[in-house]
């Protein structure tokens, strides 16, 4: 609704400027300092949304009720390079070997290229994979990891180690 006043306003002004050239030499001063005080005011705004407060540290989250990292099994991951040159989809299976039903976790990989021997890390990624997977039951997931190598110096021999970094499980009711 305040948008039609405000139609309505700058049609109204822009008429009255036309028809009268008393109006417009009064309207135009008025306009052009309403204009950059509402730039001014938009330029703060977005200066001071721009710069973040001091923020405190997120606290560890704290495991379902008894459910840990080592509760956590995967299975079959297997990194297949993607349409973007440095991200790769990982598929696999996740095993929940607990009583607790899990609801997500944090899946940590290190690419390492090891074309002689020697290995060189490129680097790692961390995913959150949502997954709802019952107590003592198997679930499949995938996921995409992004990590930083030149486009022109893809891993020759790439060697891929994971974690799983959090867990998560469902709270009872």
């Known amino acids: 609704m305040l948008w039609l006043i405000a139609l309505l306003s700058g049609v109204t002004i822009v008429y009255f400027a036309v028809r009268y050239g008393r109006f417009r030499n009064w309207v135009e001063p008025v306009l052009s300092i309403a204009v950059a005080l509402g730039l001014a005011a938009a330029f703060l705004i977005w200066l001071s949304e721009g710069t973040p407060e001091q923020t405190p540290r997120p606290q ?3 495991t379902g009720a008894g459910l840990s990292a080592s509760d956590i099994v995967l299975r079959d991951l297997t990194f297949e390079s993607n349409q973007a040159e440095r991200s790769y989809r990982v598929h696999g ?6 009583d607790i039903p899990l609801e997500y976790f944090r899946l940590t990989v290190t690419l390492e290229d090891c074309p002689d021997g020697t290995c060189r890390r490129i680097g790692d990624d961390t995913a959150l994979i949502l997954v709802r997977v019952p107590a003592g039951q198997t679930r499949p997931f995938e996921t995409f990891l992004t990590f930083p190598f030149r486009a022109d110096e893809p891993p020759v021999a790439p060697k891929w180690s ?5 867990v998560r499980g469902a709270t009872r009711r």
């Open 60 to 62: 560890p989250t704290r």
């Open 93 to 98: 299976s996740i095993d929940n070997t607990s």
């Open 162 to 166: 994971y974690e799983v970094s959090q």
